[in-house]
């Protein structure tokens, strides 16, 4: 499977977990010319800017700790971005990693 094929099939996998776990889905692949955001949804009030990471094996470490802080940056300007672009003011927002293993969808909320 080639990587764009495998990265979609991760996010459809996302997006069904999301939705079975009541969050609105807004966006997905939110592109800007300063990156992109895999997707953004709504639970409750609150905005979630997802990274989605899929892994088959965890030999080379957790699906999470490939969000490293350039990375992390990164989405936080493509955020501030989406928020203006789309009028959300003084919205709660939340920046998470849904990391998908063999074993499952882990939902892992990260304060950056």
């Known amino acids: 499977m080639n990587t764009k094929r495998f990265g979609e099939k991760g996010e459809n996998i996302a997006t069904a977990y999301l939705k079975k776990n009541k969050y609105k ?4 692949n939110y592109r800007t010319k300063l990156g992109e955001i895999d997707i953004v949804a709504l639970k409750g009030k609150t905005i979630c800017f997802v990274e989605v990471k899929y892994r088959t094996t965890i030999s080379f470490g957790l699906p999470r700790e490939s969000v490293t802080i350039t990375k992390q940056n ?5 955020a501030q971005q989406y928020l ?7 919205v709660p927002v939340e ?3 849904l990391e998908i293993t063999n074993e499952g969808c882990n939902l892992i909320l990260q304060a950056f």
């Open 25 to 28: 889905i807004l966006d997905r």
């Open 74 to 78: 990164k989405i936080r300007r493509v």
């Open 84 to 90: 203006l672009e789309n009028q959300m003011y003084d």
């Open 95 to 97: 920046f998470d990693v």
